[in-house]
């Protein structure tokens, strides 16, 4: 089985600018999580997307939104983009559908620069 | 406020010595863990779980240890090996909504 890909693998914008990063799970996987990662900040949760609804959410500005496909393919888009939002992110597919944990698998990431 | 942490941002082990990684938590609904391993440029991959239910998983060489009392989860490797050399993250979850609550993690250095 392929594994989770994430497109673009790296990415510089400037300020003010908008992006928007792609995922794509492993076959047969419906649930997809994103996650931002800065040094020392370990991995923070963005949101989670099961069956084109958004499930879960963290603590991040409106600027940050993403969306699902039917085909259960990902993007995460980030608008009015300020230096802080520098980070990889990372997005995760697992076979959860409901009631219990499941293993996450991560894709490599997007390394996003906000120069 | 920080639900799961890792207090050594750094290891340094030599080789062929047994690794521990360490990992408390806050949140007493926590009642699944897992552990997962990353290298630079890679995104992070399961290394083990463990359920409350149990106190003790093992595999190969990587076992993790559950103290729910003490609400603290290590994960060791023995022997270590210079391909454990890795960034190790601890994350947990509830039975309320799943959601994976990560640490900051750990960098583990094997030494030859």
């Known amino acids: 089985k392929a594994g989770v890909t994430q497109t673009p693998r790296y990415l510089i914008k400037t300020r003010g600018q908008q992006v928007t990063l792609s995922c794509s799970p492993i076959?047969?996987?419906?649930?997809v999580s994103w996650y931002q990662q800065t040094p020392g900040q370990g991995l923070q949760f963005l949101f989670e997307y099961f069956s084109e609804t958004q499930r879960n959410k963290g603590n991040f500005p409106g600027r940050f939104s993403g969306r699902q496909f039917s085909n259960s393919r990902s993007e995460m888009n980030v608008s009015t983009l300020e230096l802080g939002d520098s980070a990889l992110y990372l997005c995760?597919?697992?076979?959860?559908?409901?009631?219990?944990?499941?293993?996450?698998?991560f894709g490599p990431g997007t390394r996003l620069t906000v120069l | 406020d920080q639900q799961v942490k890792q207090n050594s941002p750094s290891l340094s082990v030599q080789e062929g010595r047994i690794s521990i990684l360490n990992c408390d938590y806050t949140?007493?609904?926590?009642?699944?863990f897992l552990w997962y391993k990353k290298y630079p440029a890679e995104g992070p991959t399961f290394l083990i779980s463990?359920?409350?239910i149990k106190d003790k998983n093992e595999d190969g060489r990587f076992t993790v240890f559950l103290n729910k009392s003490a609400k603290h989860l290590s994960l060791h490797i023995v022997p270590s090996q210079p391909g454990d050399s890795a960034v190790y993250f601890c994350?947990?979850?509830?039975?309320?909504?799943?959601?994976?609550?990560w640490g900051a993690g750990t960098k583990l250095i094997i030494k030859p």
């Open positions: 076959s047969g996987h419906r649930s």
């Open positions: 994350a947990a979850s509830a039975r309320s909504n799943y959601q994976l609550i």
């Open positions: 995760a597919s697992s076979s959860r559908t409901s009631g219990n944990t499941d293993t996450q698998y």
């Open positions: 949140n007493s609904m926590f009642d699944y």
């Open positions: 463990i359920s409350s």
